[in-house]
Each structure stands twice: as C-alpha cells, then as structure tokens.
C-alpha cells in the first residue's frame, strides 16, 4: 500500500502495519549487482540516458546503457537525460533482481515496460525528430495519421497486474499522452508488452541516426507493425 505521502507500507497477516525499508539505497543495491547477458539483451535499445527518481526515499539517479552493461550515476542531469522515471525503492529492488537473472519472466517484463511507456512516450513526443515525424504531411498521409487513439498495454497474466490504458492525442502540432481512454477514438491500438519494446528499439535507433530517410523507413515499418496492434473501433 502507498500513503499519501509516498510511504510504502507493508500489511501483515496479522493486521499490523510497517513501512517497507531496505538495508542499503536503492543506487548501492544497482550499483553492487552483476548484470547477467539475457538482462542486458532485454534493455537493449530501450533507453540511452534515463533519469530515476525513488519517491518514497528522496533518492535520484541516472541510468546509463554502454557497451559492457547499465551504469548507474548517483544524481540526474536533466539536460542529458531521455526521460525520467518514478518508482518506488521495491521497484528498484525489483529491477536489481531482473539484471542478475538468466530469464526474466513475462510478468517481469511486462512492469518493465509499463512502468517506462508513459514517461518514455512523453519524452518521445517533445523531440524535434519525433514532432517533424508526427506532424509532417507526407508522412502523415503515408501511415494515415489519426489525432486521437486510444491505446491498451495488454497484461500477460490480468490476476497479477491489470492491463493499463493511455489516449494519445494530437492537438495542432502537439501530441499528448495521457492516462485512461479519453474522448471518441479514430484509431484503436492492442499491445503486449513485446509490441512495445519492438516500437521503442525501432525509434530510438531511427534517433541515433537521424536524417529523414530513417524516418520514412520508420513510416513504413510503422504502417507493417501497426497492422498487427490495430484493433476494430466497434470493439
């Protein structure tokens, strides 16, 4: 349970309360960790600079993908980082135990990616790359832009964790993402959490290189991998 002022608290069978503390940060725990390969190869293209906020400690660090792991920076630049996230220090427990693991489930992977959709798409929507790609006419009419799509990141396993819902919406040369479904649809989009990660390493490497033969590229692909996410608006 969260309180108000971002406390987690862990309820006890016997109907006593604590609040959840860790031995050591949340930075010493990342930073001590041996990163295992299949990990790495799952947060590979994810991100490049994503900053980290922990609310319930105060605690604020970078994330860093090189060639050899994720390094982590204890502070945030908020000029050289991405995006940054908010979680909470068992999150990042959490995260500790996905990087020293062989295989990470689909459940795992699927926080993952629903704790990072919103803050990366957001970010990803203030670039000047991304904004040329979504507001740009030629392009627009090739992938038959819609201005409000509602969005569904579906859950592998719904007893564990709930899908979770996101509207984005164009307005002008400005484009949102917000929680919930908002307003009536011109597009519906049904992703697992695979979906996502294939549409994140597509856009950031089209970042890396730039120019805009990357983002037509990206155009085309997008219209072949938007096929299988679509879903029927009477639904």
């Known amino acids: 349970m969260i309180t108000p002022d971002s406390r987690v608290v862990n309820l006890k069978d016997d109907g006593s309360w604590e609040y959840l503390t860790f031995a050591q940060s949340s930075l010493d725990t ?3 960790i041996k990163q295992t390969p299949a990990a790495l190869k799952f947060f590979h293209g994810l991100f490049d600079i994503v900053g980290v906020r922990v609310l319930d400690t105060g605690e604020t660090f970078t994330c860093v993908q090189t060639d050899t792991g994720i390094e982590f920076i204890d502070g945030i630049n908020e000029n050289s980082v991405g995006y940054t996230v908010q979680i909470y220090a068992y999150q990042a427990e959490r995260l ?3 990087l020293q693991t062989e295989d990470i489930d689909e459940i795992e992977q699927y926080r993952v990616v629903r704790s990072l959709y ?4 957001s970010a990803a929507l203030k670039n000047t790359g991304v904004l040329w790609f979504m507001n ?5 009419l090739l992938v038959n832009r819609k201005r409000v799509v509602h969005i569904e990141l579906r859950s592998p396993d719904p007893e564990q964790e709930n899908h979770v819902y996101y509207t984005l919406f164009g307005v002008s040369n400005k484009w949102l993402i917000l929680d919930g479904h908002h307003g009536t649809p011109d597009r519906m989009l049904s992703m697992n959490h695979l979906d996502v990660l294939e549409m994140c ?3 950031t490497t089209t970042l890396r290189t730039e120019g805009w033969i990357g983002w037509i590229r990206l155009a085309k692909w997008y219209v072949g991998w938007r096929k299988k996410v679509q879903s029927n608006l009477s639904n």
């Open 136 to 140: 740009n006419p030629l392009i627009s």
């Open 201 to 203: 390493r597509h856009v």
């Open 118 to 121: 919103e803050p990366m798409t």
């Open 96 to 98: 500790a135990r996905y």
């Open 30 to 32: 990342l930073q001590a």
